[in-house]
DNA sequence: CAGATGAAATCGTAGGACGATATTGACGGA
DNA sequence: TCCGTCAATATCGTCCTACGATTTCATCTG
């Protein structure tokens, strides 16, 4: 097997904070004090601490020496230097995709119907349910297994953390339109249209940046 | 202060692993056993264990449950997939220190200044000194500040620590005069030029690997 | 009110303990 | 001889305690 048979216990406290980020359970900005942390998730403070330095190596949370470790929170600069990464592994991925001429339609019919739902109900679970299920399909269609270690896709949850108070229903459903549309080009092994459709997104998701207010981001 | 005052013991212990793969102190499929790892490093299991924990979110060591760690060992399919998005990423670095525009001139010298001391005497030591500068100057006139931390340099020194035994004198030379066209035409300001060489680079880097014998990659 | 100061909070590292699991090698039967 | 079983060993995962190092913050002093 590739995948260990048991999942440990550091593995489950870096979803946790993980899925944590997601759900909002977690800030960006928040301080993240080991004894209280190991208390909340029953946990002993060496594995909380090697959990830590698993997220830091992703970029979710910082760790200052002797200052403890805190959910990182992005600046706008930071965000556009993120977007602009992220679109071109994006855009290989979609590229790899709509070029392997794979059985894509299977694949991708789940992102669809995901999106399909989020139209339908519209809260903010699903919508998380939308990105990660895009994604998934994504890279296993791309067919290259370094795509989902690369990509700062966590990175971008804190993005998408920080901006949910300051983007409307609308923005949002937009974005979602601009993964169907990703999807459907890839389907159809369309790999000019499907770059197209990635820059699009991205483009669109830049103007949003560009648009929100200063406290949204942290200071420079 | 954007860097911590001082550095930590489990920095210190991560970098070490990590030159010491650079280096063939550590040769990749090496067991790491952590007592032994303790010993030689004059350090706690618990500082041990993050730094190792740390090193396994860059790919560099793969941690099985119960099974210990040991130095990631590349697939054939891992390196091409490896180059693929290295290869989205240094053209991304290359377009934005093009475009800049920037006070590219001095940065750049530094690089073409080590590969001309590589050309001097050559050995392998000055090679990854080259590599290091060659991208540490790349990433700084990008000024995309997530690119270095996504970019899966630490990952691509595996795969070299790999092909150094199958890998010949004119090759090193051809991929570091590779690194030089890259560096004056990003320091030329010419964005086209610029991605045209890394897309070679790359090409050249892709054809190596198909020629390199079995015995130089992991099984699948 | 600014700066010094000391106590408290928190982190970094070390090291021990013990159960859990994988690996190894011995053993016996087909 | 070969193969499966089983015990012994090595190693890891997790928890715990301890203590020095450093930051943080409230308090004191001028």
Redesign the pocket.
Known sequence: MNAP??I???EKVADAIRSGIRTGQFVPGQH????ELTLRL??????L??ALRHLSGDGIVA???????HINRLTRREVRDLLEVLEQLVRLAARLGAASGHANRSLMDAALDAARRHDEDGDHRSYIAVRQAFYDCLFEVAGNRELPRVTPLRRADLFRAQIRPYQTRAQQDSHTEGYRAIAQTVNDGDVEAAEAAVAALFAQTHAMVDELPDVAFDVD
Chains 1, 2 share one sequence.
């Open positions: 048979a048991t440990g216990t550091t993240l004090v080991e004894a029953g946990i002993s403070r060496s594995s601490r090697e760790i200052h020496r002797y200052r403890g470790a």
